[in-house]
T-cell receptor
């Protein structure tokens, strides 16, 4: 059975700390791994990762994928209270192999990050 | 403004009374999908659609129906809602997934459904 597991489920840090969020997966026909940030409403896209070892970076956030060990990490440096959110990891699976088309996303449970002033 | 619009935002209903949650996107996206979000379980995919008249089951399709008669609309239908379908529902869309293309899902604002 395909699954995506995130850890920790919940994390409380102080402003300025660095955090690492983990996402491990067991998925057939892997296509890509995606990270989203969910505040009060709908998730917003952060990163998409398809290749091992290539770091994606956006400001204080960065992410990397290890396709051999089947995990990804999301790093946030110098955290701010505005980083408080649920961070979701999702894996896109190829559903039509001939066309390398994805579509079937499976999400992890999410990591709830709370950054205190 | 590019957006995915879901309606209603909140809905309280009773067991067995058919309901439809609408979803519309104005970005000409081929791909649309529905998710439900429950505490401790994260987002789970209900159905998705790669294009008009093409729909596929996600991981939790039981008790739901969808249709994709037009590109912009992807309604979620609960023919006979039950209390275990009480959840937060999200609709999402993106451009058609192709090799190497970045996938960015645009999510609607969510529909909080309570089935009594």
């Amino acid at each position: 059975e395909d699954k995506v597991v995130q850890s920790p489920l919940s994390l409380v840090v102080h402003e300025g700390d660095t955090v690492t969020l983990n996402c491990s997966y067991e998925v057939t026909n892997f296509r890509s791994l995606l990270w989203y940030k969910q505040e009060k409403k709908a998730p917003t896209f952060l990163f998409m990762l398809t290749s091992s070892g290539i770091e994606k970076k956006s400001g204080r956030l960065s992410s990397i994928l290890d396709k051999k060990e089947l995990f990804s990490i999301l790093n946030i440096t110098a955290t701010q209270t505005g980083d408080s959110a649920v961070y979701l990891c999702a894996v896109d699976r190829i559903t039509r192999i001939l066309y390398n088309q994805g579509g079937k996303l499976i999400f992890g449970q999410g990591t709830e990050l709370s950054v205190k002033p | 403004e590019a957006q995915v619009t879901q309606n209603p935002r909140y809905l309280i209903t009773v067991t067995g009374k058919k309901l439809t949650v609408t979803c519309s996107q104005n970005m000409n996206h081929e791909y649309m999908s529905w998710y439900r979000q429950d505490p401790g379980l994260g987002l789970r995919q209900i159905y998705y659609s790669m294009n008009v008249e093409v729909t596929d089951k996600g991981d939790v399709p039981e008790g739901y129906k969808v249709s994709r008669k037009e590109k912009r609309n992807f309604p979620l239908i609960l023919e006979s809602p039950s209390p275990n379908q009480t959840s937060l529902y999200f609709c999402a869309s993106s451009r058609r997934l192709q090799r190497g293309e970045k996938e960015k899902l645009f999510f609607g604002s969510g529909t909080q459904l309570s089935v009594l």
